[in-house]
Protein backbone atom coordinates (compact mmCIF):
# COMPACT_ATOMS: atom_id res chain seq x y z
CA UNK A 1 0.00 0.00 0.00
CA UNK A 2 0.98 3.70 -0.89
CA UNK A 3 2.47 6.12 1.95
CA UNK A 4 2.03 9.25 1.19
CA UNK A 5 2.67 12.53 3.55
CA UNK A 6 2.57 15.66 1.39
CA UNK A 7 -0.24 17.81 1.39
CA UNK A 8 1.26 18.79 -2.08
CA UNK A 9 0.81 15.73 -3.46
CA UNK A 10 -1.64 15.61 -6.54
CA UNK A 11 -3.54 12.97 -5.10
CA UNK A 12 -4.52 14.66 -1.92
CA UNK A 13 -5.61 18.01 -3.51
CA UNK A 14 -8.07 15.66 -5.64
CA UNK A 15 -9.29 14.09 -2.69
CA UNK A 16 -9.49 17.68 -1.10
CA UNK A 17 -10.98 19.23 -4.13
CA UNK A 18 -13.57 16.10 -3.88
CA UNK A 19 -14.70 16.64 -0.51
CA UNK A 20 -15.30 19.98 -0.44
CA UNK A 21 -16.46 21.21 -4.14
CA UNK A 22 -19.78 20.28 -5.49
CA UNK A 23 -17.73 21.86 -8.80
CA UNK A 24 -15.74 19.40 -8.70
CA UNK A 25 -17.43 16.39 -7.97
CA UNK A 26 -19.97 17.00 -11.23
CA UNK A 27 -16.59 18.02 -13.37
CA UNK A 28 -14.80 15.04 -12.72
CA UNK A 29 -18.11 12.65 -11.96
CA UNK A 30 -16.54 11.35 -9.10
CA UNK A 31 -17.80 11.23 -5.18
CA UNK A 32 -16.65 10.16 -1.92
CA UNK A 33 -17.57 7.69 0.65
CA UNK A 34 -17.16 7.98 4.00
CA UNK A 35 -16.44 5.28 6.17
CA UNK A 36 -16.74 1.65 6.89
CA UNK A 37 -20.42 1.22 6.52
CA UNK A 38 -20.77 2.68 3.32
CA UNK A 39 -17.97 1.19 1.82
CA UNK A 40 -19.21 -2.24 2.80
CA UNK A 41 -22.55 -1.20 1.22
CA UNK A 42 -20.82 0.03 -1.75
CA UNK A 43 -18.79 -3.14 -2.24
CA UNK A 44 -21.97 -5.44 -1.50
CA UNK A 45 -23.65 -3.03 -4.30
CA UNK A 46 -21.12 -4.27 -6.58
CA UNK A 47 -19.44 -0.81 -6.42
CA UNK A 48 -15.43 -1.42 -7.01
CA UNK A 49 -13.60 2.10 -5.99
CA UNK A 50 -12.02 3.82 -8.20
CA UNK A 51 -9.73 4.77 -4.62
CA UNK A 52 -9.73 3.37 -1.71
CA UNK A 53 -7.99 5.84 1.72
CA UNK A 54 -6.93 4.85 4.67
CA UNK A 55 -5.88 6.57 7.86
CA UNK A 56 -3.07 5.47 9.64
CA UNK A 57 -5.51 4.78 13.04
CA UNK A 58 -7.85 3.60 10.70
CA UNK A 59 -5.22 0.50 9.71
CA UNK A 60 -5.74 -0.83 13.07
CA UNK A 61 -9.47 -1.08 13.02
CA UNK A 62 -10.12 -4.98 12.08
CA UNK A 63 -13.58 -3.94 10.31
CA UNK A 64 -11.22 -1.70 7.71
CA UNK A 65 -8.71 -4.04 7.06
CA UNK A 66 -11.36 -6.78 6.27
CA UNK A 67 -12.84 -3.85 3.44
CA UNK A 68 -9.12 -3.32 1.90
CA UNK A 69 -8.85 -6.72 1.62
CA UNK A 70 -12.00 -6.80 -0.52
CA UNK A 71 -10.57 -3.59 -2.52
CA UNK A 72 -8.38 -3.62 -5.46
CA UNK A 73 -4.94 -3.80 -3.53
CA UNK A 74 -3.40 -1.26 -6.60
CA UNK A 75 -6.36 1.23 -5.33
CA UNK A 76 -5.21 1.44 -1.46
CA UNK A 77 -3.59 4.15 -0.69
CA UNK A 78 -2.35 5.19 3.16
CA UNK A 79 -2.34 8.94 4.91
CA UNK A 80 -1.12 10.04 8.28
CA UNK A 81 -4.15 11.08 10.57
CA UNK A 82 -3.72 14.62 10.16
CA UNK A 83 -3.44 14.43 6.19
CA UNK A 84 -6.67 12.04 6.58
CA UNK A 85 -8.10 14.74 8.44
CA UNK A 86 -7.34 17.01 5.51
CA UNK A 87 -8.98 15.40 2.90
CA UNK A 88 -11.94 14.27 4.76
CA UNK A 89 -15.54 15.58 4.27
CA UNK A 90 -16.50 15.35 7.83
CA UNK A 91 -15.56 16.65 11.14
CA UNK A 92 -15.23 13.42 12.89
CA UNK A 93 -12.82 11.30 10.46
CA UNK A 94 -13.55 7.64 10.09
CA UNK A 95 -10.16 6.11 9.11
CA UNK A 96 -11.16 5.17 5.37
CA UNK A 97 -12.61 6.81 2.39
CA UNK A 98 -13.09 5.64 -1.15
CA UNK A 99 -13.73 7.70 -3.82
CA UNK A 100 -16.58 5.96 -6.69
CA UNK A 101 -17.72 7.26 -9.81
CA UNK A 102 -21.32 8.80 -9.44
CA UNK A 103 -23.64 6.48 -11.60
CA UNK A 104 -24.76 7.67 -14.58
CA UNK A 105 -27.87 9.47 -14.88
CA UNK A 106 -31.74 6.92 -14.21
CA UNK A 107 -33.26 7.31 -17.76
CA UNK A 108 -36.44 8.93 -16.98
CA UNK A 109 -38.95 6.85 -17.88
CA UNK A 110 -42.82 6.11 -16.60
CA UNK A 111 -43.38 6.01 -13.14
CA UNK A 112 -46.65 3.32 -12.01
CA UNK A 113 -45.26 2.56 -8.09
CA UNK A 114 -44.39 4.82 -5.07
CA UNK A 115 -42.19 7.30 -5.59
CA UNK A 116 -40.81 10.86 -4.11
CA UNK A 117 -40.11 14.23 -5.52
CA UNK A 118 -38.53 16.19 -3.48
CA UNK A 119 -38.81 20.08 -3.99
CA UNK A 120 -35.45 22.47 -3.25
CA UNK A 121 -34.56 20.04 -0.52
CA UNK A 122 -31.39 21.75 0.24
CA UNK A 123 -29.90 20.97 3.37
CA UNK A 124 -27.66 17.36 2.81
CA UNK A 125 -28.73 15.65 6.04
CA UNK A 126 -32.35 16.08 5.66
CA UNK A 127 -31.74 14.90 1.64
CA UNK A 128 -29.85 12.11 3.18
CA UNK A 129 -32.14 11.25 5.98
CA UNK A 130 -35.68 11.07 3.32
CA UNK A 131 -33.69 8.90 1.07
CA UNK A 132 -32.62 6.50 3.76
CA UNK A 133 -36.39 6.37 4.93
CA UNK A 134 -37.59 5.73 1.21
CA UNK A 135 -35.53 2.63 0.87
CA UNK A 136 -36.44 1.57 4.30
CA UNK A 137 -40.03 1.67 3.43
CA UNK A 138 -39.42 0.15 -0.45
CA UNK A 139 -40.18 3.38 -2.32
CA UNK A 140 -37.95 2.80 -5.37
CA UNK A 141 -37.65 6.01 -7.41
CA UNK A 142 -36.50 9.46 -5.78
CA UNK A 143 -37.14 12.40 -7.80
CA UNK A 144 -35.06 16.29 -7.19
CA UNK A 145 -36.03 18.87 -8.42
CA UNK A 146 -33.39 21.96 -9.47
CA UNK A 147 -32.89 23.63 -6.33
CA UNK A 148 -32.26 20.48 -4.39
CA UNK A 149 -28.71 19.95 -2.70
CA UNK A 150 -26.57 17.40 -4.42
CA UNK A 151 -27.70 13.82 -4.09
CA UNK A 152 -23.59 11.89 -4.68
CA UNK A 153 -22.22 14.79 -2.13
CA UNK A 154 -20.57 13.15 0.67
CA UNK A 155 -22.67 14.23 3.61
CA UNK A 156 -25.97 13.42 1.62
CA UNK A 157 -24.69 9.95 1.11
CA UNK A 158 -23.76 9.84 4.70
CA UNK A 159 -26.90 10.51 5.92
CA UNK A 160 -28.15 8.04 3.49
CA UNK A 161 -26.41 5.69 5.13
CA UNK A 162 -26.07 3.50 1.89
CA UNK A 163 -29.41 4.42 0.73
CA UNK A 164 -28.46 5.82 -2.68
CA UNK A 165 -27.24 1.98 -3.94
CA UNK A 166 -30.95 0.67 -3.87
CA UNK A 167 -32.39 3.81 -4.89
CA UNK A 168 -33.76 5.04 -8.65
CA UNK A 169 -32.02 8.35 -8.04
CA UNK A 170 -32.81 11.26 -10.66
CA UNK A 171 -31.60 14.69 -9.88
CA UNK A 172 -32.52 17.91 -11.93
CA UNK A 173 -35.81 16.36 -12.92
CA UNK A 174 -38.75 18.82 -14.78
CA UNK A 175 -41.56 17.86 -12.17
CA UNK A 176 -44.74 18.11 -14.45
CA UNK A 177 -42.83 15.98 -17.11
CA UNK A 178 -41.78 12.93 -14.44
CA UNK A 179 -45.16 13.13 -13.17
CA UNK A 180 -47.37 13.33 -16.60
CA UNK A 181 -49.84 10.11 -16.45
CA UNK A 182 -49.01 8.75 -12.90
CA UNK A 183 -51.70 6.30 -12.33
CA UNK A 184 -51.73 6.64 -8.33
CA UNK A 185 -52.69 9.88 -5.79
CA UNK A 186 -50.08 12.52 -5.87
CA UNK A 187 -49.61 13.97 -2.58
CA UNK A 188 -48.16 17.18 -1.39
CA UNK A 189 -47.76 17.68 2.70
CA UNK A 190 -49.15 20.77 3.49
CA UNK A 191 -51.18 22.99 5.99
CA UNK A 192 -53.73 24.62 3.48
CA UNK A 193 -57.07 23.15 2.50
CA UNK A 194 -55.46 19.50 3.33
CA UNK A 195 -57.02 16.03 4.66
CA UNK A 196 -55.06 14.49 7.75
CA UNK A 197 -52.76 12.15 6.80
CA UNK A 198 -54.75 9.22 8.65
CA UNK A 199 -57.83 9.89 6.97
CA UNK A 200 -56.55 8.59 3.53
CA UNK A 201 -56.44 5.26 1.93
CA UNK A 202 -52.85 4.91 0.80
CA UNK A 203 -52.92 1.33 -0.43
CA UNK A 204 -52.36 2.43 -4.13
CA UNK A 205 -49.50 3.62 -5.64
CA UNK A 206 -48.65 7.45 -4.56
CA UNK A 207 -46.22 10.09 -5.38
CA UNK A 208 -45.18 12.12 -2.28
CA UNK A 209 -44.14 15.56 -2.84
CA UNK A 210 -41.98 17.12 -0.23
CA UNK A 211 -40.50 21.17 -0.24
CA UNK A 212 -37.58 22.85 1.11
CA UNK A 213 -36.92 23.62 4.60
CA UNK A 214 -38.41 27.21 4.79
CA UNK A 215 -40.54 27.55 1.82
CA UNK A 216 -41.84 24.19 1.30
CA UNK A 217 -43.39 23.23 -2.01
CA UNK A 218 -42.79 25.83 -5.10
CA UNK A 219 -46.08 26.86 -6.51
CA UNK A 220 -45.09 24.70 -9.37
CA UNK A 221 -44.55 21.47 -7.98
CA UNK A 222 -47.54 22.61 -5.48
CA UNK A 223 -50.14 22.67 -8.68
CA UNK A 224 -49.68 18.87 -9.29
CA UNK A 225 -51.27 17.57 -6.44
CA UNK A 226 -54.10 16.10 -6.28
CA UNK A 227 -54.61 16.64 -2.74
CA UNK A 228 -52.69 17.88 -0.25
CA UNK A 229 -51.47 16.15 2.84
CA UNK A 230 -52.00 17.66 7.11
CA UNK A 231 -49.80 15.57 9.28
CA UNK A 232 -52.03 16.63 12.72
CA UNK A 233 -50.03 17.88 15.68
CA UNK A 234 -51.83 18.33 18.80
CA UNK A 235 -49.00 19.47 20.53
CA UNK A 236 -49.60 23.08 18.78
CA UNK A 237 -46.34 22.79 16.48
CA UNK A 238 -46.88 24.35 13.44
CA UNK A 239 -44.86 22.10 11.46
CA UNK A 240 -42.59 19.26 11.24
CA UNK A 241 -38.83 19.20 9.79
CA UNK A 242 -39.11 17.93 6.25
CA UNK A 243 -37.05 14.77 6.90
CA UNK A 244 -39.64 13.90 10.07
CA UNK A 245 -42.33 14.54 7.92
CA UNK A 246 -41.48 12.32 4.82
CA UNK A 247 -40.67 9.66 7.28
CA UNK A 248 -44.34 9.99 9.41
CA UNK A 249 -46.43 10.08 5.65
CA UNK A 250 -43.77 7.03 4.26
CA UNK A 251 -44.47 4.74 7.04
CA UNK A 252 -48.21 5.43 7.11
CA UNK A 253 -48.42 4.37 4.06
CA UNK A 254 -46.30 1.27 4.78
CA UNK A 255 -48.60 0.26 7.60
CA UNK A 256 -51.72 0.60 5.87
CA UNK A 257 -50.16 -1.77 2.93
CA UNK A 258 -49.45 -4.36 5.79
CA UNK A 259 -52.68 -4.35 7.30
CA UNK A 260 -54.38 -5.74 3.89
CA UNK A 261 -51.97 -8.85 4.68
Same mark, same amino acid.
Given at each position: ?45 ? /? ?16 ? /? ?196
Amino acid at each position: MKLITSRDNPTVKRLHALATSARERRSQNETLLDGAHLLGVALASG /VIPLQVVVSESGRQQAEI /VALLEACPAQSCIELPDRLFAHVSPVEAPSGVLAVIAIPPAVAGGALTGNCILLDGVQDPGNLGTILRTAAAVGVADALLTPGCAQAWSPRVLRAAMGAHFGLRIREAVDAGAALAGFPGAILAADLRDSVELYDLDLRGPVAWLFGSEGQGLSPEVAALATRRVLIPMPGGMESLNVGVAAGVCLFEQLRQRRSER
